[in-house]
T-cell receptor, first 114, second 114 residues
Framework: DQQVKQNSPSLSVQEGRISILNCDYT??????FLWYKKYPAEGPTFLIS?????DKNEDGRFTVFLNKSAKHLSLHIVPSQPGDSAVYFC?????????????FGKGTKLSVKP | DTGVSQNPRHKITKRGQNVTFRCDPI?????LYWYRQTLGQGPEFLTY????????KSRLLSDRFSAERPKGSFSTLEIQRTEQGDSAMYLC????????????FGSGTRLTVV
């Protein structure tokens, strides 16, 4: 059973608009969440994270929102740029800050069209 | 430091052969992780090391798989008697304990078993 779910395999957005990528989790022990971006033929690259004591974390164009009661998090990219086109993975850990092993979702492929 | 380095980038092997992959982490990182990614899936945890100690192994890591990290520096992942189901991207990542900002992944080794 998947503990981290990304139910949208793909998302297409116009340049300059907002991209919203969603992630749901089932394990209430998860207390640290991360988003990674992956280009073809490269390894995933860390993007942004959030701990369970917060409900929002912002870094430039990227904002992650966490709704613990719904076991849901989302990544907002605004404004979206063509260079943001990649696969985005949501990941979760049960050990805050201790860098325990991560559980990844299947990813969402984002396409930003000029 | 040029990041996490993995070799080879690609490996094609016949079923039943043994293969070995190498990972050189970021030098000051004391934690090293191995993940496996198959098509359409997110990375799946295999094992991790803190310095030279192998602290955790996934049930995905069958007895045909072995990983080492002598002297807490580079790591090797060996697969014995390869099977077609072993075909995947093998990703290595490293982190500094307590960094809390996610792993740094290498570009991976793509294994094809024919």
């Amino acid at each position: 059973d998947q503990q981290v779910k990304q139910n949208s395999p793909s998302l297409s957005v116009q340049e300059g608009r907002i991209s919203i990528l969603n992630c749901d989790y089932t394990n209430s022990m998860f207390d640290y969440f991360l988003w990674y971006k992956k280009y073809p033929a490269e390894g995933p690259t860390f993007l942004i994270s959030i701990s369970s004591i917060k409900d929002k974390n912002e870094d430039g164009r990227f904002t992650v929102f966490l709704n613990k009661s719904a076991k849901h998090l989302s990544l907002h990219i605004v404004p979206s740029q063509p260079g943001d086109s990649a696969v985005y993975f949501c990941a979760a850990s049960a050990r805050l800050g201790s860098q325990g092993n991560l559980i990844f979702g299947k990813g969402t492929k984002l396409s930003v069209k000029p | 430091d040029t990041g996490v380095s993995q070799n080879p980038r690609h490996k094609i092997t016949k079923r039943g052969q043994n293969v070995t992959f190498r990972c050189d982490p970021i030098s000051e990182h004391n934690r090293l992780y191995w993940y496996r990614q198959t098509l359409g899936q997110g990375p799946e945890f295999l094992t991790y090391f803190q310095n030279e100690a192998q602290l955790e192994k996934s049930r995905l890591l069958s007895d045909r798989f072995s990983a080492e990290r002598p002297k807490g520096s580079f790591s090797t992942l060996e697969i014995q008697r390869t099977e077609q189901g072993d075909s995947a991207m093998y990703l290595c990542a490293s982190s500094l304990r307590g960094q809390g900002a996610g792993y740094t992944f290498g570009s991976g080794t793509r294994l094809t078993v024919v």
